[in-house]
């Protein structure tokens, strides 16, 4: 199975990193947050956001970019308002972190300059500043998965009070 990273840079809202690791439990993505953080992790904001789903979380902590760099090689995606070109222009390949930054003022602009060919972003009306930061990350992890077609994800539901019929 593939392997696709989400990394937060210093998140500061407890309840969408709860939201973000929600989302990672139920894909299978690694989840890397990079301090400093806007909260401890055993916020309760952020166990309730994630719900009982931390079980399935792969979750690891760094206390830096520099500290996450020097651990971890791969493709990465800056996700950025600023970047110039579509997150759907981009082929992810296996082993690719998607990074995204602080709620309040996104990456670091000597980041997004140092990684300019691998900047991305999700079109929005130029008068909105920005999406929600856990809605962006679910729209980019579903984006990568649905060019890996879905590997070893459940892609059908079943009713409880009645049966599909066959298609």
Known sequence: MPTLNIVLLEPQIPQNTGNIARTCAATGARLHLIGPMGFTVDDRKLKRA?????????????????DFASKNSGPCFFFSTKAPRRYTDMQYPDGTYLVFGREDAGLPESLLQQHQAACVRLPMRDAARSLNLSNTVAVAVYEALRQWDFPDLLDHGQPRQFQWDEP
């Open 50 to 66: 994630g719900l009982d789903y931390w079980h399935l979380l792969d979750i690891t902590y760094y206390d830096s970019w520099e």
